[in-house]
């Protein structure tokens, strides 16, 4: 589970360090957190306690007008970039929907993944095969994404090392 919770405190994320839980928090029921101080305090520990998460366990934060989500980064397939927004498209086929810039998203993902359009930054992990005639990529769950000039050059540079790698070829 990714949080445990006891019924009369406040939900504290599994892990956290003790010294880093405030006393108030450990002791004492949510409703007495009346005062702004309080919540306060409550908002700056569970900050860092998803600064932590973000950063150690590679958990992407989504805050939308449908809710808040924490999307574990391997488990993205690619983020395609409609206007002023990011679709952001997981393995499990959900799709989240921020209003983002593409190059911020990408300033924060981890190296394994790649810009490979304008519209488009990919989860190589998850490329299976690169077709050469169409200049599109075939991810992991059967979608095929355009792969524009600008990026042709690395996206088979990275298909011919995935090749070598596996001994198996992976260009159509």
């Not at 409609?82 to 911020?104: C, F, H, M, N, P």
């Not at 190589?124 to 990026?151: C, I, K």
Request: aromatic share 8%; hydrophobic share 35%; charged share 25%.
């Amino acid at each position: 589970a990714f949080f445990r919770q006891n019924p009369d405190c406040m939900t504290v994320a599994v892990g956290t360090p003790k010294e880093e839980i405030c006393s108030f928090l450990e002791l004492r029921p949510a409703g007495h957190m009346e005062d702004a101080d309080s919540f306060g305090q409550i908002r700056r520990l569970s900050c860092r306690c998803m600064e932590r998460l973000r950063t150690e366990n590679q958990v992407l934060q989504i805050h939308t007008r449908q809710g808040e989500y924490a999307v574990s980064m391997r488990s993205i397939l690619y983020c395609q970039s409609d206007l002023k927004y990011v679709q952001i498209t997981a393995k499990s086929g959900t799709v989240y929907r921020k209003l983002w810039k593409l190059d911020e998203l990408l300033s924060i993902l981890p190296e394994y993944f790649m810009r490979i359009h304008q519209s488009y930054v990919v989860n190589v992990r998850e490329a299976d095969a690169f077709d050469r005639t169409s200049h599109e990529l075939q991810m992991t769950d059967g979608s095929r994404l355009p792969v524009s000039r600008p990026y042709l050059q690395a996206v088979q540079a990275l298909f011919r090392a995935k090749s070598a790698v596996s001994g198996a070829d992976s260009e159509m």
